[in-house]
């Protein structure tokens, strides 16, 4: 129902599943290896898996904080697209990737929830894709001592409010990766 009637493609949309950006985040590496399924099974239903690379001062590009977790490996073509601010459309390739491929529905897991993740589906929304979050593949770190929730309920509330979220001609969605079903 993608408001993008010549888009009629998913992707696998991986964001920020870097060394430096989930070293302390919650579940980690059950998260991890759920991405890993879902990677797995877009490859196998030839479904695109587009990486997003974020980078900043406590993520400098080139680093070893910067690179994707060794647990994932990126094949070619696989697009990569760097970004620098939460939102993985804002400055980024990621349109131009995405209407290339006929991509309408994005499917996204990744780091972290309380930033680029809830910016990027509210970012894709708006720009009128279908969006589906796995509600167990995206995670945080522990930001409590700022004044946060702690990261499980960061994770619950962002399923809970992305799974009721609405705009006319798109969907949200939530759903477990086992529910995943590629098209």
């Not at 990737?97 to 990744?110: D, I, N, S, T």
Request: hydrophobic share 40%; aromatic share 8%.
């Amino acid at each position: 129902m993608t408001t993008l009637p010549e888009r009629p493609h998913t992707a696998l949309l991986l964001i920020d599943v870097q060394v430096g950006v989930v070293a302390e985040a919650y579940a980690r590496d059950t998260v991890v290896a759920t991405i890993a399924g879902l990677v797995e099974g877009a490859r196998a239903a030839s479904v695109p898996v587009v990486w997003v690379q974020h980078s900043d001062d406590n993520v400098p590009r080139g680093s070893d904080a910067w690179q994707y977790v060794p647990e994932l490996t990126r094949h070619e073509p696989e697009a990569l697209v760097p970004k620098s601010y939460p939102d993985s459309f804002e400055d980024t390739s990621l349109e131009r990737v995405l209407a290339e491929a006929g991509v309408g529905h994005l499917v996204v897991a990744g780091a972290s929830t309380d930033a680029c993740i809830r910016s990027t589906i509210h970012g894709a929304f708006v720009r009128g894709y279908d969006v589906t979050l796995v509600a167990d593949a995206h995670t945080t770190s522990d930001l409590s001592r700022w004044g946060a929730p702690a990261p499980e309920q960061v994770i619950a509330h962002t399923n809970l409010y992305w799974k009721y979220h609405e705009g006319p001609g798109r969907t949200a969605a939530v759903v477990q990766a086992k529910e995943v079903v590629w098209p």
